[in-house]
């Protein structure tokens, strides 16, 4: 079974700095897309950032010049740098990663993050 583990979250004060990362259990580049999605307490959960294979990006507006998504295909690892943290972007993140075969998609756990202002 596939299985993605998150790390790195953790509590930081407002313009400080988190890197987030995620571990898969088979290699990404069975992923045509990896990304991290975040859920506020009483908010729907919203995309971050994605990266796919071939390494295009795409971010939510609200992380754009502040958030970096990248991979490391040998590492087998999906990497969220976020700087210039805001207590608005406190929230549970998600690793998410999309094949083209069934179950067509995985989920971490999840990793709290949590900025103080």
């Known amino acids: 079974q596939v299985q993605l583990v998150e790390s790195g979250g953790g509590l930081v004060q407002a313009g400080g700095s988190l890197r987030l990362s995620c571990a898969a259990s088979i290699s990404i580049l069975s992923f045509n897309v990896m990304g991290w999605y975040r859920q506020a307490p009483g908010k729907q959960r919203e995309l971050v950032a994605t990266i796919t294979v071939s390494g295009g990006t795409i971010y939510a507006d609200t992380v754009k010049g502040r958030f970096t998504i990248s991979r490391d295909n040998a590492k087998n690892t999906a990497d969220l740098q976020m700087n210039s943290l805001k207590p608005d972007d406190t929230a549970v993140y998600y690793c998410?990663?999309?094949?083209?075969?069934?179950?067509?998609?995985?989920w971490g756990q999840g990793t709290q993050v949590t900025v103080s202002s």
């Open positions: 998410h990663a999309v094949t083209a075969v069934y179950p067509f998609d995985f």
